[in-house]
């Protein structure tokens, strides 16, 4: 089945949809009926663009964060280059398509970066979060990363807004949906406001995706079946005759989601 957590993102049990194993042959057992494909369609770097817009809508600016992202710029790599290797993008960009390893492993860790401290996690939280996932940073080196992370993407005025939500209220109200959340805490109250805008906007890509599967005979969705939710992802089951339109309508409806 499926749940919510507390800042509005999907949770899923008996089993979890939502995390099946890599390893395992678990993802194998996905398989389409005779007729049909399996289509996945995800949001590329969704929580940054949410932590951007979050930064723009509560601070009024997304800074070089924003900037990066209507440029359209692979931000990992760029962080990669500015901050780690200290190399142009366009040196980047090269040094990934060649599958350089060195790059390989400093864009891996900029991910980790990009991702872990958008919700004001602190170093120890971010080290343990990390090993979790297979990698490990040591204190100096985390806290290195981290002071990297805010010189490049200068997340000090949102910060200090959620401080003040925090000390001032103690709850947070979602942007957009005007959700509640309550007993909120400097970290919840951080990742609140962009992952909960991510989750609001996942789910109504979801609900625009099933009414065309049902409701919608002229859509090039009619037939299909969404076979798992996950998180910024929808995995459907589409007609083979009409396999590409399907997957390009399920893009236009989780743009148009992301737009409203």
Not at 201 to 222: H, I
Request: charged share 25%; hydrophobic share 35%.
């Amino acid at each position: 089945g499926y749940g919510f957590t507390s800042n509005g993102r999907s949770s899923s049990f008996n089993p979890n949809i939502q995390n099946a194993p890599r390893r395992g042959r678990v993802r194998e057992c996905y398989v389409a009926r005779p007729g049909y494909y399996l289509c996945s369609v995800d949001y590329a770097a969704q929580e940054l663009v949410t932590f951007a817009q979050a930064m723009r809508d509560l601070v009024g600016d997304g800074g070089p964060l924003m900037d990066a992202i209507n440029n359209d710029m692979d931000v990992h790599t760029l962080f990669a280059c500015e901050q780690l290797l200290k190399i142009s993008y366009d040196e980047g960009l090269r040094l990934k398509k060649a599958g350089d390893e060195q790059f390989k492993t400093a864009r891996q860790n900029s991910k980790q970066v990009n991702f872990g401290f958008p919700g004001g996690m602190g170093i120890k939280r971010f080290i343990e979060g990390q090993r979790k996932e297979g990698f490990f940073f040591t204190e100096p080196e985390a806290i290195v990363l981290k002071k990297a992370w805010e010189a490049q993407w200068k997340p000090q005025r949102y910060f200090a807004y959620v401080n003040k939500i925090v000390e001032d209220y103690g709850w947070v109200k979602q942007l957009r949906s005007g959700r509640v959340r309550g007993e909120a805490g400097f970290t919840d109250t951080a990742n609140t406001f962009f992952s909960g805008l991510a989750a609001d906007m996942s789910k109504d890509a979801l609900v625009r995706v099933t009414k065309e599967c049902y409701c919608e005979p002229t859509s090039p969705l009619y037939g299909s079946r969404v076979v798992a939710f996950i998180h910024d992802e929808i995995l459907a089951e589409v007609p083979i005759d009409r396999a590409h339109e399907a997957a390009m309508r399920i893009g236009e409806l989780m743009v148009e989601a992301g737009r409203t």
